[in-house]
């Protein structure tokens, strides 16, 4: 059974940083890209990082460029995502996602998502 | 603002058929496959369509997507109360260093 469990998520003052972890089970994590997707309370979806398979080719949203960096750690299962200069505007519930292919291609969609790790930027 | 447009709000009641609407521009739903998300409330999202029309395994098929040019549709036959949720497209966007983009969500009643 796929299994895809977020951690790290809290409340963090403007300016700070947070590392979110995804810790994967259940599937071959090396042959799948990974996406990090996040939700404002009340708002819609935005998608926020990808990586791919291997982790050599990582891509960003513009929200988010320069500020936040996303890792994997193949022999450990895992998804990162460090985050800083948090902004208020960063409040959401991050998710970790599975990709349908190991690159970040436009056949390679997002097809299996984690439960989420809340982030609250506030003082 | 959201790069895809959607109605924010549908509503039937059940056993009636609705559609929901997703209209981007070339460099996204012009050129490029459209799926859809459902999310049931308090949930993660899930799958319901890829490829423009394809259902994955396990999507009853009273849901069905269409593409034509820079717009797509999402059709929900037979609605079922259990069909209550958020529904979201979403495509690769080539003009984009972030590629992948969604829409802002419609929130679908059933009445």
């Known amino acids: 059974e796929v299994q895809l469990l977020e951690s790290g998520g809290g409340l963090v003052q403007p300016g700070g940083s947070l590392r979110l972890s995804c810790a994967a089970s259940?599937?071959?994590?090396?042959?799948?890209?990974m996406s990090w997707v996040r939700q404002a309370p009340g708002k819609g979806l935005e998608w926020v990082s990808g990586?791919?398979?291997?982790?050599?080719?990582?891509y960003y949203a513009d929200s988010v460029k320069g500020r936040f960096t996303i890792s994997r750690d193949n022999s450990k299962n895992t998804l990162y995502l460090q985050m800083s200069s948090l902004r208020a505007e960063d409040t959401a519930v991050y998710f970790c996602?599975?990709?349908?292919?190991?690159?970040?291609?436009?056949?390679?969609?997002?097809?299996?998502w984690g439960q989420g790790t809340l982030v609250t930027v506030s003082s | 603002q959201s790069v895809l447009t959607q109605p924010p709000s549908a509503s039937g009641t059940p056993g009636q058929r609705v559609t929901i609407s997703c209209s981007g521009s070339?460099?996204?739903?012009?050129?490029?496959?459209v799926y859809w998300y459902q999310q049931l409330p308090g949930t993660a999202p899930k799958l319901v369509i890829h490829?423009?029309?394809q259902r994955p395994s396990g999507v009853p098929d009273r849901f069905s997507g269409s593409k034509s040019g820079t717009s797509a549709s999402l059709a929900i036959s037979g609605l079922r109360s259990e069909d209550e949720a958020d529904y979201y497209c979403?495509?690769?966007?080539?003009?984009?260093?972030?590629?992948?983009?969604f829409g802002g969500g419609t929130k679908l009643t059933v009445l």
């Open positions: 490829r423009n029309n």
């Open positions: 070339s460099s996204n739903i012009g050129s490029n496959y």
């Open positions: 259940g599937f071959t994590f090396p042959s799948y890209a």
């Open positions: 979403a495509a690769w966007d080539d003009s984009l260093s972030g590629p992948w983009v």
């Open positions: 990586i791919s398979g291997p982790g050599g080719s990582t």
């Open positions: 996602a599975i990709n349908n292919g190991i690159l970040v291609v436009p056949a390679a969609p997002i097809e299996y």
